[in-house]
């Protein structure tokens, strides 16, 4: 049937994600999970990241809601994400500045000045005027370590089944 555990789903989502284990397991401690964690557990921790990978970060996730999580994960995490958003843009064949000024969080508000992606990217000095895009770097490690693992529970449906039974 494949991985059956919050451990296997954490090195499945390692080997698979191009995150850091330090930054995978991070978000996994972050939901309120262990790897560890029971059959129960197991099955919660991978509805919630199908659920963030199908609606998005902001919907409200255990960990990553207040600001005072989500500017604390971004600041221990701050060198993977940002390591992961060139490499991301790169693939895409834009710039990670012009990639995080598309992110959907945006298409609602005014998107990000050039200056302020820049600050928030590579200034590690505390500025409180960045810390909505803190939060969304936060959000956006979340919901690629949660397609990680919903690309591998589309793959095995199965396993899917199971889980949502």
Known sequence: MGISTIKGLYRYVKQNSG???HTVHSVILSLGYNLWGTENEFKELSGNLVDCSKHGADCGFSGFTYYSDTI????????DIVSHMEQTAAECGTNIISMVQNFGIFRNSEMPSV??????LWDCKKNIELDFLYNAFAWYALEEISRTWYRYIEEHPALAEKLSA
């Not at 200056?115 to 928030?120: D, H, I, P, S």
């Open 115 to 120: 200056e302020f992606v820049g600050k928030a």
């Open 72 to 79: 604390k994960f971004f600041k221990k995490h701050r060198q």
């Open 19 to 21: 995150f850091t284990g």
